[in-house]
């Protein structure tokens, strides 16, 4: 069981500021990015106990932590509403905690079915040749799509399939933590339609 006490100190926000591309040096700090760190560094440890609670790792806390400070950069950035943005915070950060929830359950789901594939396969190791022509188109199809991503796009993707957490991305790319979400998001999609097509 883990132990909810005193989260990782980790309290490096990173945000993207307005016209920033954030090109290697340090950007100068805006009125509006020092605020939300100032809400961050009073919130972060409370989001953070709250988000474990749904069953989520620390590692996956902490990525969704610095998810709901981005949305929060891009909500007061757009002008919109600063009504009580405490609550605001915990629930985007309660939002974002039952759709990662349900990714982990979904992924131990694909686990569990691979197996009661791998059993089907073990009694009829060979595929149809329908199978295997459906196969083969459906691996052209993601394979195209992904060598038409962006090359930045393609660099996050590998990144986080070996293992890498954004901000860790983030740091090696030498971009905000904003495009690197934005970045899987758009070469995810994208791969899961070529993959269902």
Known sequence: MMSMAEPPPESALRLPLPGSLETGGESPTCPLAEEVVSLFDQLRDRLLRYVISFGLSVHDGEDIVQEVFLALFRHLQQGKSRRNLRAWTFRVAHNLSLKRRSQVQAGFQHVADE??????????ANPSPEEQVVNRQRRQRVLAAL?????????????RAEGLRYREIAEVLDISLGAVSLSLERSLTRLARAAQW
């Open 115 to 124: 197996g009661i594939l791998l059993a089907d396969l073990v009694q009829d």
């Open 147 to 159: 060598e038409a991503l962006p090359e930045q796009d393609r660099r996050c993707l590998v990144l």
